[in-house]
């Protein structure tokens, strides 16, 4: 047992026996089961817990993954409904970024571990697509999220009354709570504040969309909502708090959704028409960015900008480091620039690629879907996607935060396939109508040739 308190390679019997715990809730037959165990590995467990065999890495994540492909297997569920473009830039992003770290390392090793990161991502995505076979897999799925949601919040009030963080008795995380200006930022399991915070933050619109939609199960829904609240409010950064108003903002246009492509346009013209006028350009906006006391919003508008002024190192394959663009910019808080780096410009395009897909099939399910709770649930998956889209603009996801994100990303895409498919008992009562309809116009018609005939029979010839 190898111990570093940020990178540890540690297995700790409580993280363990929790890790076994999940491995049977994702072997059991019940889906909801599935996604609990799931949910419990990506907010209950630090990342650095990992098995480690000679030289392979096996994070409790990506052990979650391989017994949940595992468990599709055993019940012959590894297959997805309909295959879409999505699917497929997922395996290209997981191929491409793996391939490129080769050619710009030139170790096979630096390609391998960037191989092992990306799986514990594209895992998780494939994991919701062949999981989510059904609407009512998405309503477990959210309520298992819930209910992990309601019992983690506990731990972050104490760790913000505290500032002593409980989850460090496993390894991986710091005993004492990060300080900035005078506010405690509590982490929980999560590697930082911050993706602690947007983890949460992410999946918020779909529990207040459900909240609305679904009858049942209102106030599990509602405690779900001033859980993750109350977990972003303790993490202390601004990011996740912009995502929570962008999120429930985009949740509100939920009336106006049949403009969703002029809003679109309009958006892209304004932008592009700030950034030919501003000085510094469109992207300054972030430097007055300051929600949270100390936010850093200066030093994300300059990573932009020196990832703009450096195009020609990294378009093709990305580059090694981004020490030398300026003081701090090693610290890469852009998820767009982070997949440039490690992509190129293929890469970065591939990723977003997948976002704006995934976005415009919920958004477009939404705004042509007769069922008014099925709409708004998919204006929810929008809406959290939206959040994403913008926070990513100023932090990129490490940890569990990028699997818990690309979960989020295979579920709304398997939601948004399901809406388009009727509901089979409408469908069944649909067609018992037309039946009865047909039956009776033919027994009428039968009636009406009898006496006809009769009529022409009695007829004189």
Same mark, same amino acid.
């Given at each position: 047992?190898?111990?570093?308190?940020?990178?540890?390679?540690?297995?700790?019997?409580?993280?363990?026996?929790?890790?076994?715990?999940?491995?049977?809730?994702?072997?059991?037959?019940?889906?909801?089961?599935?996604?609990?165990?799931?949910?419990?590995?990506?907010?209950?467990?630090?990342?650095?817990?990992?098995?480690?065999?000679?030289?392979?890495?096996?994070?409790?994540?990506?052990?979650?993954?391989?017994?949940?492909?595992?468990?599709?297997?055993?019940?012959?569920?590894?297959?997805?409904?309909?295959?879409?473009?999505?699917?497929?830039?997922?395996?290209?992003?997981?191929?491409?970024?793996?391939?490129?770290?080769?050619?710009?390392?030139?170790?096979?090793?630096?390609?391998?571990?960037?191989?092992?990161?990306?799986?514990?991502?594209?895992?998780?995505?494939?994991?919701?697509?062949?999981?989510?076979?059904?609407?009512?897999?998405?309503?477990?799925?959210?309520?298992?999220?819930?209910?992990?949601?309601?019992?983690?919040?506990?731990?972050?009030?104490?760790?913000?009354?505290?500032?002593?963080?409980?989850?460090?008795?496993?390894?991986?995380?710091?005993?004492?709570?990060?300080?900035?200006?005078?506010?405690?930022?509590?982490?929980?399991?999560?590697?930082?504040?911050?993706?602690?915070?947007?983890?949460?933050?992410?999946?918020?619109?779909?529990?207040?969309?459900?909240?609305?939609?679904?009858?049942?199960?209102?106030?599990?829904?509602?405690?779900?909502?001033?859980?993750?609240?109350?977990?972003?409010?303790?993490?202390?950064?601004?990011?996740?708090?912009?995502?929570?108003?962008?999120?429930?903002?985009?949740?509100?246009?939920?009336?106006?959704?049949?403009?969703?492509?002029?809003?679109?346009?309009? =958006?892209? $013209? #304004?932008?592009?028409?700030?950034?030919?006028?501003?000085?510094? +350009? &469109?992207?300054?906006?972030? %430097?007055? @960015?300051?929600?949270?006391?100390?936010?850093?919003?200066?030093?994300?508008?300059?990573?932009?900008?020196?990832?703009?002024?450096?195009?020609?190192?990294?378009?093709?394959?990305?580059?090694?480091?981004?020490?030398?663009?300026?003081?701090?910019?090693?610290?890469?808080?852009?998820?767009?620039?982070?997949?440039?780096?490690?992509?190129?410009?293929?890469?970065?395009?591939?990723?977003?690629?997948?976002?704006?897909?995934?976005?415009?099939?919920?958004?477009?399910?939404?705004?042509?879907?007769?069922?008014?709770?099925?709409?708004?649930?998919?204006? =929810?998956? $929008? #809406?959290?996607?939206?959040?994403?889209?913008?926070?990513?603009? +100023? &932090?990129?996801?490490?940890? %569990?935060? @990028?699997?818990?994100?690309?979960?989020?990303?295979?579920?709304?895409?398997?939601?948004?396939?399901?809406?388009?498919?009727?509901?089979?008992?409408?469908?069944?009562?649909?067609?018992?109508?037309?039946?009865?309809?047909?039956?009776?116009?033919?027994?009428?018609?039968?009636?009406?040739?009898?006496?006809?005939?009769?009529?022409?029979?009695?007829?004189?010839?």
């Amino acid at each position: 047992m190898v111990e570093n308190q940020y990178n540890v390679q540690r297995v700790d019997p409580i993280g363990l026996f929790v890790l076994l715990l999940t491995m049977l809730l994702i072997l059991s037959r019940k889906r909801a089961y599935v996604y609990m165990g799931i949910a419990i590995v990506i907010a209950f467990l630090p990342g650095s817990q990992r098995i480690v065999i000679g030289s392979l890495d096996f994070p409790f994540i990506r052990i979650a993954v391989i017994v949940g492909f595992i468990r599709c297997v055993i019940y012959q569920e590894a297959k997805i409904r309909a295959w879409a473009l999505p699917d497929t830039l997922v395996l290209v992003w997981v191929l491409w970024s793996s391939a490129t770290q080769f050619l710009v390392y030139g170790r096979i090793d630096a390609s391998i571990t960037r191989f092992g990161f990306a799986i514990d991502a594209a895992g998780m995505y494939f994991l919701a697509r062949f999981l989510v076979r059904s609407r009512q897999d998405v309503i477990d799925l959210f309520k298992m999220a819930s209910i992990v949601a309601i019992c983690s919040a506990p731990f972050f009030l104490i760790e913000s009354q505290t500032g002593r963080n409980i989850f460090s008795q496993l390894g991986g995380v710091p005993e004492y709570s990060l300080v900035r200006n005078g506010r405690l930022r509590c982490q929980g399991p999560f590697s930082h504040p911050i993706m602690a915070g947007l983890f949460w933050a992410m999946w918020l619109p779909s529990v207040v969309s459900m909240a609305v939609a679904l009858k049942r199960d209102r106030i599990l829904w509602i405690l779900g909502c001033t859980a993750i609240l109350i977990i972003v409010y303790a993490t202390a950064s601004s990011t996740p708090v912009m995502a929570v108003i962008l999120g429930i903002g985009t949740l509100m246009l939920y009336p106006g959704r049949k403009w969703l492509s002029v809003a679109v346009w309009c =958006g892209l $013209f #304004a932008a592009a028409g700030l950034h030919l006028v501003m000085a510094k +350009g &469109v992207h300054h906006v972030l %430097a007055r @960015i300051n929600i949270v006391s100390g936010s850093t919003g200066w030093h994300r508008y300059y990573l932009m900008d020196e990832a703009i002024n450096h195009f020609g190192e990294w378009f093709l394959i990305g580059t090694k480091s981004t020490a030398h663009w300026g003081l701090g910019l090693s610290d890469v808080t852009n998820q767009f620039v982070l997949e440039a780096t490690k992509g190129g410009l293929i890469g970065m395009v591939v990723f977003t690629a997948i976002l704006i897909l995934v976005m415009r099939a919920n958004g477009s399910a939404s705004i042509h879907s007769q069922d008014r709770a099925v709409s708004l649930i998919n204006w =929810g998956f $929008f #809406a959290g996607l939206i959040a994403m889209t913008f926070s990513f603009i +100023g &932090v990129s996801l490490f940890g %569990a935060a @990028i699997s818990g994100y690309f979960l989020f990303q295979g579920t709304a895409m398997s939601y948004a396939q399901l809406s388009t498919v009727p509901d089979r008992r409408k469908v069944r009562a649909r067609g018992q109508v037309q039946r009865t309809g047909r039956d009776e116009a033919a027994l009428r018609g039968r009636r009406i040739k009898g006496i006809g005939g009769v009529r022409s029979a009695r007829r004189p010839t």
